[in-house]
């Protein structure tokens, strides 16, 4: 089950059936995200596998998981965006439980992103899942 934020996302697709509109929607989402701060942005943070600079920190809060992110591509940081929408404020134990790749399939991201575009979110996501592991 989706976060609503995320849920939010699906029924905005529905409504824009061409993928150009779709991703401008991403790409200002990601505009619309609160800038990671420059010292976080550290080999630590960065995400190996993604061909573009991708960073993201994550901190547990109380058990809910929360995680800030960047990129220096704008449709990578709208994946980010899209990402943030479906884990952040979820409680840590759930954050393994998500199927990333059907929630996202929700959106017919899969038959339009390019394979290193694809690589670099299942990397990603990845990363979101052993950090939220612990």
Same mark, same amino acid.
């Given at each position: 089950? &989706? +976060?609503?934020?995320?849920?939010?996302? $699906?029924e905005?697709?529905?409504?824009l059936?061409?993928w150009? !509109?779709?991703?401008?929607? $991403? #790409?200002?989402?990601?505009k !619309?995200?609160e /800038?990671? /701060?420059?010292a976080?942005? $550290? /080999?630590?943070?960065?995400?190996?596998?993604?061909?573009?600079q991708?960073? @993201?920190?994550?901190?547990?809060?109380?058990?809910v998981?929360?995680?800030?992110?960047? =990129? !220096?591509?704008?449709?990578v940081?709208? %994946? #980010?965006?899209? %990402?943030h929408?479906l884990?952040?404020?979820l /409680? @840590? =134990?759930?954050?393994?439980?998500v199927?990333?790749?059907?929630e %996202?399939?929700?959106?017919?991201l899969?038959?339009? @992103? =390019? &394979? +290193?575009? =694809?690589n670099?979110?299942?990397?990603?996501?990845?990363?979101i899942?052993?950090?939220?592991?612990g």
């Open positions: 089950m &989706a +976060q609503a934020a995320f849920e939010d996302v $699906v905005d697709f529905e409504f059936e061409d150009e !509109d779709r991703y401008r929607m $991403v #790409i200002e989402m990601g !619309d995200m /800038p990671m /701060p420059e976080l942005k $550290v /080999p630590a943070t960065k995400v190996e596998g993604c061909a573009s991708v960073w @993201l920190h994550m901190t547990p809060d109380a058990g998981f929360r995680f800030q992110g960047d =990129s !220096d591509a704008l449709i940081k709208g %994946l #980010i965006a899209l %990402l929408r884990y952040d404020g /409680p @840590l =134990s759930d954050v393994s439980t199927d990333a790749r059907a %996202l399939g929700r959106l017919g899969h038959e339009h @992103l =390019s &394979a +290193q575009r =694809s670099g979110l299942r990397a990603m996501i990845e990363r899942r052993q950090e939220a592991a």
